[in-house]
């Protein structure tokens, strides 16, 4: 790990948000013998659930965790038999059933959680500060940042990270721009002791996932570990939940009747989705950064991941993009003498390539659209893992 030497006095960085992202960030400058201290509003690593699954790609995520020296680690939790993918229509008939070789690693799967606790078990004790919950972030003259957090502490920062996600309380030290519904809205299910308890949502979803649209409509599920299920039912509807007009979110039988009149005619095999789950759905609007979001050069502050290219879910982009923001930004401040410099370098890099990712929203318009979807469709999903792989190669390469 070739580094420039840190300037004297090293600055002091602050990370707001432990996610992947932050995490990475974090992991890979303590690698490089950088001091980061990490804010995070949860009471612990494991203070809620934090998901469902991530497929994380060799060309991005994977080149992030390698860099952390956790590639290995990662590779003994993934679960590569949760890339399959399932396809169908909703009157059930089988568009795509891939199947993964044995070998394949291009995009294996881990749960949210089980990533979040391997980063951040790998950081120096004391790293990140759980219970943090961000008020304010102002500009001081002097170029820091002065940070105020809700339990009264404040701290200042030479240079502040914000990986605090959607809503992010930093964003608008350096943009005005904010998160946008997508018309699109998901209720998530869940099923817990598949195997045993739940055969029929076993059998349909597999080891990996099922995916099933029609009719500006969808029906998803995936396969976490320890013999979980998460389901995804996609509606379009404003952010309030209108297409569900007059129904309480709340009551669970009640949300039920009304998805149950919305998806007839759908093959029985896949309203088990909307009948089996176990507890409440909950309510999961999707919103988006408009692409591309860019920002003027500001020093002493940048952002990464969602906090500053918030995507759509498909092709499963955000977590393994964040990751690279936070492998790179902190390779970057290794490699530069200035604080300003490593910013530069780094925006310079990952807002072209966020840009040209897009957000999402035009994939959620053909994938929730009007009619029925056909075989000429379905994503070659075969095809896909070679390109992350190729992709890795060239990054590597560069």
Not at 251 to 257: G, L, P, Q, S
Request: aromatic share 6%.
């Amino acid at each position: 790990m070739n580094s420039t030497p840190i300037p004297t006095p090293a600055p002091r960085i602050a990370v707001i948000g432990a996610g992947p992202g932050g995490l990475t960030c974090a992991r890979v400058l303590e690698r490089h013998g950088i001091a980061v201290t990490v804010y995070d509003r949860d009471a612990s690593a494991d203070a809620r659930n934090q998901g469902g699954t991530l497929d994380l790609h060799a060309d991005s995520g994977q080149i992030a965790l390698k860099e952390a020296g956790l590639l290995d680690e990662f590779f003994a939790l993934a679960r590569p038999e949760g890339q399959a993918m399932r396809v169908l229509s909703r009157h059930g008939e089988v568009l795509a059933d891939y199947r993964p070789p044995a070998d394949e690693n291009a995009a294996p799967e881990i749960d949210r959680g089980q990533l979040r606790t391997l980063l951040a078990d790998s950081l120096a004790p004391g790293t990140v500060r759980w219970g943090h919950t961000l008020r304010s972030a102002a500009a001081r003259p002097d170029g820091t940042h002065r940070l105020t957090f809700e339990n009264g502490t404040t701290t200042d920062a030479d240079l502040l990270i914000g990986a605090d996600g959607a809503w992010s309380r930093v964003r608008p030290l350096v943009s005005d721009a904010t998160p946008v519904h997508t018309g699109v809205t998901f209720l998530e299910a869940h099923f817990d002791h598949v195997d045993t308890d739940h055969p029929a949502v076993a059998e349909l979803v597999g080891d990996g996932q099922t995916f099933a649209t029609g009719d500006h409509k969808g029906l998803l599920a995936q396969r976490n570990s320890n013999q979980h299920v998460r389901a995804y039912i996609a509606l379009r509807e404003d952010v309030d939940g209108e297409s569900l007009a007059g129904t309480d979110l709340g009551d669970t039988e009640a949300v039920r009747a009304a998805l149950l009149e919305k998806f007839t005619g759908w093959d029985e095999r896949l309203r088990i989705l909307i009948t089996d789950n176990d507890g409440p759905y909950v309510h999961r609007p999707l919103f988006v950064l408009p692409a591309p979001h860019t920002w003027p050069h500001t020093p002493g502050v940048t952002l990464l991941g969602d906090a500053a290219h918030l995507m759509a879910p498909f092709g499963g982009n955000g977590a393994n993009l964040a990751m690279l923001d936070g492998c790179e930004l902190a390779l970057a401040l290794a490699r530069h003498n200035s604080v300003d410099a490593a910013i530069t370098a780094y925006e310079g890099t990952m807002l072209p390539r966020a840009a040209e990712a897009g957000d999402g929203a035009d994939a959620l318009d053909r994938v929730f659209g009007p009619g029925d979807r056909d075989a000429t469709e379905v994503p070659d999903f075969g095809r896909e893992k070679e390109e992350y792989r190729r992709g890795a190669a060239a990054y590597r390469s560069r």
